[in-house]
């Protein structure tokens, strides 16, 4: 499974983005999805996971009630919409494949990240 992702900028505190990561490859479907994010600095954090058949998100508490993952499997894109966009948000962003759901450690592909950058 390859995978790219794009939609990333640089936008101001309260805005919105979302973020596209398509997939490619004959069981991409098969897949559940996830996105991650590093900060300058900072380990790489789950932000978002889907199932492979779009249900089940889960989101991390930072960004819970402001993000919203999502996937079409006819476009095999998964999405992340992320609106009231705070500073802490700035990293890049990336998105990944895996077998298991909730095991987040798990996920085995991963596409090169697009940046996000917010501003105050």
């Known amino acids: 499974v390859q995978l790219q992702a794009s939609g990333g900028g640089l936008v101001q505190a309260g805005e919105s983005l979302r973020l596209s990561c398509v997939a490619s490859?004959?069981?991409?479907?098969?897949?559940?999805m996830a996105w991650f994010r590093q900060a300058p600095g900072k380990e790489r954090a789950f932000v978002a996971a889907i199932s492979k058949t779009g249900g089940s998100p889960f989101y991390a508490d930072s960004v819970k009630g402001r993000f919203t993952i999502s996937r079409d499997n006819t476009r095999n894109t998964v999405y992340l919409q992320m609106n009231s966009l705070k500073p802490e948000d700035t990293a890049v962003y990336y998105c990944?494949?895996?077998?298991?759901?909730?095991?987040?450690?798990?996920?085995?592909?991963w596409g090169l990240g697009t940046q996000v950058t917010v501003s105050s």
């Open positions: 490859g004959p069981t991409s479907n098969n897949y559940h």
């Open positions: 990944a494949a895996g077998k298991l759901l909730n095991y987040v450690n798990t996920y085995e592909y």
